[in-house]
């Protein structure tokens, strides 16, 4: 009931409320973003929804326009406090978080939850039928915006253990777990910790 029904209310509602708050930070952080490169405000990439679902996601963009896509072994996105790749207000914008904000605007049109795993990137992507079991069950949930492995890892854990973290959430939703998560989230953001990837299962902590 509460997977099917109350949590999609609660998502829209939550994002609803939450709205305002994003164009607070639009109006700060989007003409910061363009006077940087005279770049688009948004990054918008594809991404894996629920039951294979492909969907645009919203992020406020951090890197250069035509930034290259690194990528370390795992298959997770490269990141470093010292990447060039990064303007100066992404610096500001990944470290706090803000640049997750867009993807409330997924979270009405109902591509995404508050809580729920990360979306994974299409690159790879050969078709639903052709996932492995952990593959299905994770799409079983809308991606969120923060979640399991986000909120208590970040990005001190693999890919594998990502992955892991997310089939559990899928397993075992519900609302405490949801509350659990979110505030969890919270701590870890206002911490700072575990932001940085320079290498597949690595982070530099803060």
């Not at 770049?39 to 930034?67: C, E, H, Q, T, W």
């Not at 049109?109 to 979306?119: A, C, F, L, N, T």
Request: hydrophobic share 35%; proline share 4%; charged share 25%.
């Amino acid at each position: 009931m509460y997977q099917k029904c109350i949590k999609r209310i609660l998502d829209f509602l939550i994002a609803l409320v939450g709205l305002p708050f994003f164009l607070i930070i639009f109006i700060v952080v989007a003409p910061t973003i363009w006077l940087t490169d005279r770049g688009p405000i948004f990054y918008n990439a594809d991404r894996l929804g629920r039951n294979g679902k492909v969907y645009k996601m919203y992020k406020f963009r951090s890197m250069r326009v035509n930034a290259p896509d690194l990528r370390n072994a795992d298959g997770s996105t490269f990141n470093a406090e010292n990447d060039t790749r990064v303007t100066p207000i992404g610096r500001i914008i990944r470290k706090t978080s803000i640049d997750e904000t867009p993807q409330l605007l997924n979270v009405l049109k109902g591509d995404m939850s508050i809580i729920g795993p990360r979306p994974f990137v299409t690159t790879h992507y050969e078709g639903y039928d052709k996932l492995d079991d952990r593959g299905k069950k994770r799409l079983e949930v809308r991606p969120g915006i923060t979640g399991y492995s986000q909120a208590y890892y970040r990005n001190s854990i693999g890919q594998e253990d990502k992955i892991n973290c997310d089939v559990y959430y899928a397993e075992n939703v519900s609302f405490l777990f949801d509350v659990k998560i979110f505030i969890q989230t919270i701590k870890s953001v206002l911490k700072m910790e575990n932001i940085y990837v320079t290498k597949e299962g690595t982070s530099d902590r803060k």
